[in-house]
């Protein structure tokens, strides 16, 4: 059973769900510091993948099917990560939430989403980091945004946990599931405790249309939660 270092996601994780191949490296050559929502993928890397499980069961009526999935990590070896947050265990954070996503399991998304109380936002923590990095490393960072494709290919944003499961929930009735490709984590260079990453991603419609998704992604590694979401069309 992986998902170790993911106390939170307990509930959620199951014996074979997530399966790491063993032969599993990390590219070098990875953008360190830059912009982490440029999911463009080092020109000499050869991509090393983590193997996903197909979608978990829904009770929608009728959900899309995606093929069993990889993500390639494409990372820095050696790169300084946080606790909670080798490249590994983000790969793993991000598949639990496509799973969720794919269930339409809104339970497992409150898990993996930051807490609606007790949280700080992002631009706040940029001060508290100048003067105490540990506090701002141990704050649970608030939810910044949600942003993907609706039922009509539009772009939604949402900004609440609530709106996010009204979303996922309107998505799983439609039979819309998502599988993830690529993910870029970059290690942190101005706030404790985040990792940033690209995220490449392909959305499979209920109707059978196949979108290919980029943008970016945050993970609060103190608290293992995904607080950034932000994909749109290719």
């Not at 898990?111 to 704050?139: F, Y």
């Not at 290919?212 to 749109?232: P, T």
């Amino acid at each position: 059973m992986i998902c170790r270092g993911f106390s939170q996601l307990r509930r959620i994780c199951a014996p074979a769900v997530l399966a790491v191949s063993a032969s599993v490296t990390l590219l070098g050559g990875c953008l360190v510091g830059g912009d982490s929502s440029d999911p463009t993928l080092s020109p000499d890397a050869t991509p090393t993948a983590i193997a996903t499980g197909t979608p978990e069961a829904s009770n929608s009526s009728a959900p899309s099917e995606p093929p069993p999935s990889s993500i390639t990590i494409d990372a820095e070896a050696g790169a300084d990560w946080p606790e909670n947050c080798q490249p590994e265990q983000v790969a793993e954070l991000v598949d639990a939430f496509t799973r969720a996503f794919n269930a339409g399991d809104t339970g497992a998304l409150q898990e993996i989403l930051p807490d609606a109380v007790n949280t700080i936002r992002r631009d706040t923590l940029l001060a508290t980091a100048a003067t105490d990095p540990i506090a701002a490393a141990d704050a649970a960072v608030a939810l910044q945004w949600f942003s993907m494709p609706d039922g009509d290919g539009e772009v939604v944003a949402l900004y609440s946990t609530e709106d996010i499961a009204g979303f996922v929930r309107d998505r799983n009735a439609d039979g819309d599931t998502m599988s993830l490709r690529w993910i870029k984590p970059v290690p942190p260079s101005y706030l404790p405790g985040i990792v940033d990453l690209g995220v490449e991603a392909t959305l499979h419609t209920g109707d059978g249309v196949e979108v290919a998704l980029e943008g970016k992604a945050g993970i609060d590694c103190s608290h293992e939660r995904l607080y950034l979401w932000s994909v749109g069309p290719a």
